[in-house]
């Protein structure tokens, strides 16, 4: 089991809300830890801008609360009320992020009040309050994420699976009901790519030097996504043309395949290149066999297509795989002219800031 960064800041945020609450004498603390746990933020940027909508939306949603018991009591349906208004408020808003936390401080505040209400949702309030910066300052200061590495080892992982049904497929190895389970988790996990790659390009750098370096990874890891996309793509057409892929004439077919094998490692090999594992510099040979590649395919699928004992039907559905086996050639190209540029200009700064994992 591995425990990442977030969970660390939560335990770390909860601890230092429980002991700045009972240094200031405020009861119960778990309130303090319990509004900590909902304010943490899985980045610095995400941190500093959802800290004024946190105090916002809490002063509005103790204000709420306080007027409401004072007006109608704190019964459940009173509470019901106070929470369906703060919720509609905050979607109107566009604070829907900060709804949970909100509703929390409602439920605290309406809970049982005293005769010295005032007094009670107050106490009640700033409790709140030192969660929420009890988090914020762990945000600040503990544990800074490690979304590049996160980022590229999550690339690399998913990639490397797209890759490997891709050349099942091409040798009609694949099993299907494997392959439709691997799809659904493929394209979820591009899904969550996605979230930390803007999770990365939120992250700031304080040193100028520096900000140039993060410019261009942050269109590397653009580009990788959208090339590891692409391969998925044409995993997904591979798998729901396979029939007429299969019919087709043994020469398109071995054609089809030598261009993929050749596709997928070009990708291996850039991945790799990236965390200095292949030499930097792009051969001429490697770009001259890219732009051959593509070229050959494409006049062999043309040329069978004017066969006339070939079904044209069959051709028509065909047609989309190998689109996208040129597209996927023109992605894998541009990435390998983004790397070699990356490491090329400025050489000082393009510094890689990803570790290995941890078995």
């Not at 949603?61 to 009173?78: K, Q, R, Y």
């Not at 009609?172 to 996990?189: G, P």
């Not at 400025?346 to 510094?351: A, D, G, I, T």
């Amino acid at each position: 089991m591995k425990l990442g960064a977030r969970i660390f800041k939560t335990g770390l945020s909860i601890t230092l809300s429980l002991y700045v609450a009972m240094l200031l004498g405020l009861n119960p603390p778990m309130f303090a830890a319990l509004a900590a746990t909902f304010a943490i933020q899985p980045s610095i940027k995400k941190s500093f801008q959802t800290i004024l909508e946190q105090v916002q939306a809490n002063i509005l949603s103790a204000i709420l609360a306080i007027v409401f018991v004072l007006t109608f009591g704190h019964h459940p349906f009173v509470v019901g009320v106070v929470v369906i208004i703060v919720i509609a408020i905050n979607i109107k808003l566009k604070m829907e992020s900060i709804i949970p936390l909100a509703i929390v401080t409602v439920i605290i505040i309406m809970e049982t009040p005293t005769d010295d209400f005032i007094a009670f949702a107050s106490s009640r309030f700033f409790l709140i309050m030192v969660g929420v910066f009890s988090a914020f300052i762990v945000n600040l200061l503990f544990i800074p994420p490690k979304h590049e590495t996160q980022l590229y080892h999550k690339i690399s992982d998913t990639t490397e699976n797209i890759i490997k049904w891709i050349r099942l497929l091409t040798r009609y190895d694949a099993k299907q009901k494997m392959l439709k389970k691997d799809l659904s988790r493929l394209k979820e996990s591009m899904v969550k790519i996605t979230s930390l790659f803007l999770l990365y390009k939120e992250e700031r750098n304080y040193l100028r030097k520096r900000q140039y370096s993060k410019a261009r990874k942050v269109v590397l890891f653009r580009q990788m996504i959208a090339t590891s996309n692409k391969a998925l793509s044409i995993l997904k057409s591979l798998n729901r043309r396979e029939n007429e892929l299969h019919h087709m004439p043994d020469e398109l077919q071995s054609l089809i395949r030598e261009r993929l094998d050749y596709l997928t490692n070009y990708h291996e090999r850039i991945l790799l290149k990236y965390v200095g594992k292949v030499k930097t510099h792009t051969t001429e040979e490697s770009i001259q066999e890219v732009c051959l590649g593509k070229q050959e395919l494409t006049e062999l699928f043309i040329d069978f297509y004017k066969k006339k004992e070939i079904d044209s039907q069959e051709w028509l559905h065909l047609f989309p795989v190998i689109a996208k086996i040129v597209e996927y050639s023109d992605q894998l190209e541009y990435l390998d002219k983004l790397v070699d540029s990356f490491f090329k200009y400025h050489k000082q700064e393009n510094k890689v800031n990803i570790k290995d994992r941890e078995d």
